[in-house]
């Protein structure tokens, strides 16, 4: 055993080349990879194996059984744990022993994160370049091995979380709303691009398989020219304290609005009222397209029960999109209206068209899995995500315009 300068090395512990160790440090049996450093008051337990150019900070514990690959960061005060259930005594009352347990592997992957004050379980296997949470966002920001951020957080949070990270070199993806001001998202907009930085905002209904399926019946022009997009999404709760119920729901459906509807909003009208705590609890928003488009949004916390159904109306045909239903979320219906014009009002002649019904098959995706994947690509190859920070800021404008409208009472505001 080796003991000075307050460290604590077993002879049996393998030291690589150029490994930089800070006092107070316990190592015993394992095994440390080349140019590693460690920080102080660091514990390491026989057969555990850390890898070449990892950064392990200080008062962290890493027990028997656990594998970190090379370029790993580990935060303060992070512990692993290699038992599933550990107790201090046995079924009888007696203390533990070694022999009263069995190790249980735990591995980190090449290039991944763990923030402060984190426990791993046993095991757990943290995959290549994945970040376990920390409570110090600067650790995130500091870090040469992290290329993107994502902000989930409360809406009041992201702009000044998001700005950060793009000072700091990242590409960031925001939970919707992308800000809280439409002012906010043009600075990130711009800080983005001067930075040559991707922004993506977490619309992720964009990328369901009904959403993808009416995009692509818009684009191949099923329904004709489209003349109104009508949706309601209600349910009891959930009520949020620091934002409404029109930033809270209205951003998925103004998303999908905005990506389905090629036409630019022209004048937003919202009606609405507080019942519970403060905050509009319920709304009904209608906004106004070129060419007598129009869309109708439907929003509550107060409802008994949970609807999520949007209508759109063309003049060759129509859909209803129900989210709620398990099998065939989308019906498309040939109906219609066809009016024969006459010398006058009186003499025009009204037909109805009512033909089949037919349900699209739609590709079952994990909506949030395909965003990040498209995410990662617009990174790799340097595109511009549809979902952009533009995109972002568009909803934000929508929003600002139906607080603004509310509060006057359905006054008509216009874009």
Same mark, same amino acid.
């Given at each position: 055993m080796t003991i000075n300068d307050h460290l604590c090395i077993a002879p049996d512990v393998k030291l690589g080349k150029d490994v930089k160790l800070a006092p107070f440090i316990n190592l015993y049996g394992c095994e440390i990879g080349d140019e590693t450093k460690i920080?102080?008051?660091?514990?390491?337990?026989?057969?555990?194996?850390?890898?070449r150019r990892c950064k392990i900070s200080s008062?962290?514990?890493?027990?028997?059984? @656990?594998?970190?690959?090379?370029?790993?960061? &580990? /935060?303060?005060?992070?512990?692993?744990?290699?038992?599933?259930?550990?107790?201090?005594?046995?079924?009888?009352?007696?203390?533990?022993?070694?022999? =009263?347990?069995?190790?249980?592997?735990?591995?980190?992957?090449? /290039?991944?994160?763990?923030? *402060?004050?984190?426990?791993?379980? *046993?095991?757990?296997?943290?995959?290549?370049?994945a970040i376990v949470g920390t409570t110090d966002f600067s650790e995130i920001l500091a870090s040469p091995h992290i290329d993107a951020v994502a902000v989930v957080t409360p809406a009041w949070t992201h702009f000044e979380l998001a700005k950060a990270a793009l000072l700091n070199g990242k590409h960031v993806f925001i939970e919707k709303p992308v800000t809280s001001t439409s002012a906010q998202a043009e600075e990130l907009i711009e800080l983005a691009e001067r930075k040559n930085l991707k922004i993506m905002v977490d619309h992720t209904f964009l990328f369901c398989?009904?959403?993808?399926?009416?995009?692509?019946?818009?684009?191949?022009?099923?329904?004709? *020219?489209?003349?109104?997009?009508? *949706?309601?999404?209600?349910?009891?709760?959930?009520?949020?304290?620091?934002?409404? @119920?029109?930033? =809270?729901?209205?951003?998925?459906?103004?998303?999908?609005?905005?990506?389905? &509807?090629?036409?630019?909003?022209?004048?937003v009208v919202a009606t609405g009222a507080r019942h519970v705590n403060g905050v509009a609890d319920l709304a009904f928003i209608t906004v106004y397209f070129p060419n007598d488009v129009v869309a109708h949004v439907n929003l509550s916390w107060l409802s008994p029960v949970k609807v999520r159904t949007t209508l759109i109306g063309g003049k060759e045909k129509m859909l209803v999109w129900n989210d709620l239903e398990p099998d065939e979320k989308i019906r498309v219906y040939d109906k219609g209206v066809h009016i024969t014009n006459g010398h006058s009002a009186v003499d025009a002649l009204v037909s109805y068209r009512s033909g089949d019904v037919w349900a699209p098959k739609i590709q079952q995706t994990e909506a949030l899995k395909l965003e990040l994947e498209y995410f990662a690509d617009c990174i790799t190859n340097d595109r511009t995500p549809s979902n952009d920070g533009r995109a972002g800021l568009r909803i934000v404008k929508l929003l600002e315009a139906a607080d603004l409208s509310l509060k006057h009472k359905g006054r008509i505001v216009s874009l």
């Open positions: 920080g102080a008051f660091v514990e390491i337990q026989k057969n555990a194996t850390v890898g008062h962290t514990f890493i027990c028997e059984g @656990v594998t970190i690959e090379d370029h790993v960061f &580990i /935060g303060h005060g992070v512990t692993f744990i290699n038992d599933s259930y550990p107790r201090a005594t046995t079924a009888t009352g007696e203390l533990q022993t070694v022999n =009263d347990w069995t190790v249980e592997a735990t591995l980190v992957r090449k /290039g991944a994160s763990v923030g *402060s004050g984190a426990t791993i379980l *046993s095991r757990v296997v943290i995959g290549e370049h398989g009904a959403v993808r399926k009416i995009r692509e019946l818009v684009d191949a022009g099923t329904l004709g *020219s489209l003349y109104y997009f009508d *949706s309601t999404r209600v349910n009891l709760g959930l009520f949020q304290h620091d934002i409404s @119920v029109i930033w =809270d729901l209205a951003p998925h459906d103004f998303s999908i609005m905005d990506h389905v &509807i090629h036409e630019k909003p022209e004048a």
